[in-house]
């Protein structure tokens, strides 16, 4: 309605007034705002129409909490990792990591097979009660944790 009486006030000057009053004006004005409003409106989806799909881009913030959650526990395992002893990392990086059998692990320590088979498992008790500590602990930098934890060896990779 407001478009027709904006149209209207717009045209005014070429209104010429007959016996039949503003009535018929004002509705032939109506009538052609409501089939310019609807041309457009479809000249407007035939537009959206044409244009081509979009891929929708996926959000990725899960992702990258994930990926920071993952890298805190990386970090956790590495730094309980050091906090074993020498023989129990020897023994969990050569069996666990290396994926070497006892016997092979034990040759390459020059220990007992029964030597490996009871330190494996009390390293991984262990390294799992130290992971969980550490994932407990605020995040520290790389810096500061190496500062205060002078006695851990250096891992062999």
């Known amino acids: 309605m407001s478009l027709t009486f904006l149209e209207a006030w717009r045209i005014r000057e070429s ?7 503003l009535r018929p004006w004002l509705l032939g004005i109506a009538t052609n705002v409501l089939r310019n409003r609807r041309r ?3 000249r407007h989806r035939e537009a959206l129409r044409r244009l081509p799909v979009r891929d929708t881009v996926p959000d990725f913030a899960d992702e990258v909490a994930d990926r920071m959650y993952d890298a805190h ?3 956790a395992a590495m730094a309980a990792l050091r906090s074993l002893g020498r ?3 020897e023994v969990f990086l050569l069996c666990v990591w290396s994926q070497l ?3 092979a692990a034990a040759e390459a320590l020059s220990v007992p097979v029964g030597t490996v088979r009871s330190r494996l498992p009390r390293a991984r008790t262990r390294l799992r009660a130290l992971a969980q500590q550490e994932m407990a ?4 930098s790389p810096s500061s944790r190496e500062n ?3 006695r851990a060896p ?3 990779f």
């Open 15 to 21: 209104l010429h007034l007959d016996g039949d009053g």
């Open 40 to 42: 457009a409106a479809r």
């Open 73 to 75: 526990q990386v970090a």
């Open 87 to 89: 023989a129990d990392q």
């Open 101 to 103: 059998d006892y016997a």
């Open 137 to 140: 602990l605020p995040e520290r």
């Open 148 to 150: 205060t934890d002078e």
């Open 154 to 156: 250096p891992l062999p």
